[in-house]
T-cell receptor, first 110, second 115 residues
Framework: QKEVEQNSGPLSVPEGAIASLNCTYS??????FFWYRQYSGKSPELIMS????GDKEDGRFTAQLNKASQYVSLLIRDSQPSDSATYLC??????????FGGGTRVLVKP | SAVISQKPSRDICQRGTSLTIQCQVD?????MFWYRQQPGQSLTLIAT?????????ESGFVIDKFPISRPNLTFSTLTVSNMSPEDSSIYLC????????????FGPGTRLLVL
């Protein structure tokens, strides 16, 4: 079974610090990777997508992909209390179906 | 990204009944999907809604339990049939394009409680 694994957390981070989230995947055919943020009681919203090895930055967020090691990470710089949410990692292989990890709950403390 | 709406936003149902959830998109989309998110869990894909043909179901999900319609490129329905308390979940529709690098965008979800 093709899986995406995440540490469930909670990951507790002081305000202003860097939150580092990791995700591993088992399907070497995965081509695209996505990070979603989900607030309690809300639906997932896309934060970042990454397709190539290396880093991709968007504002306070940086996604990192290493296909050889089959891991994806998300860094949140200058963490704010509004970043407190569950972060879902997802991979997409052929067939355009997303496989989601279990999510990492992040708690940013003022 | 497309604007996606779902109806109803929430419902409380009795066991043994059925509920149909609607998903409406403000523009034509290639791909539409239905997910379930059980309490405290991540998202599980139920099926891909195919326009003009039968939906493609994932392992563990069957058409008799979760019949899906997709009459056009902007609308789909998911029915949860013969409900039991184990069906209490959030049901989400998502839309996307038929390319590997395109992500999916999610509707607001339908929160279902079965008593």
């Amino acid at each position: 079974q093709k899986e995406v694994e995440q540490n469930s957390g909670p990951l507790s981070v002081p305000e202003g610090a860097i939150a580092s989230l990791n995700c591993t995947y088992s399907d070497r055919g995965s081509q695209s990777f996505f990070w979603y943020r989900q607030y309690s009681g809300k639906s997932p919203e896309l934060i970042m997508s990454i397709y190539s090895n290396g880093d991709k930055e968007d504002g306070r967020f940086t996604a990192q992909l290493n296909k050889a090691s089959q891991y994806v990470s998300l860094l949140i710089r200058d963490s704010q209390p509004s970043d407190s949410a569950t972060y879902l990692c997802a991979s997409k292989a052929a067939g355009n179906k997303l496989t989601f990890g279990g999510g990492t709950r992040v708690l940013v403390k003022p | 990204s497309a604007v996606i709406s779902q109806k109803p936003s929430r419902d409380i149902c009795q066991r043994g009944t059925s509920l149909t959830i609607q998903c409406q998109v403000d523009s034509q989309v290639t791909m539409m999907f239905w997910y379930r998110q059980q309490p405290g869990q991540s998202l599980t894909l139920i099926a891909t809604a195919n326009q003009g043909s039968e939906a493609t179901y994932e392992s563990g999900f069957v058409i008799d339990k979760f019949p899906i319609s997709r009459p056009n490129l902007t609308f789909s329905t998911l029915t949860v049939s013969n409900m039991s308390p184990e069906d209490s979940s959030i049901y989400l529709c998502s839309v996307g394009k038929d390319t590997s690098q395109e992500t999916q965008y999610f509707g607001p979800g339908t929160r279902l409680l079965v008593l």
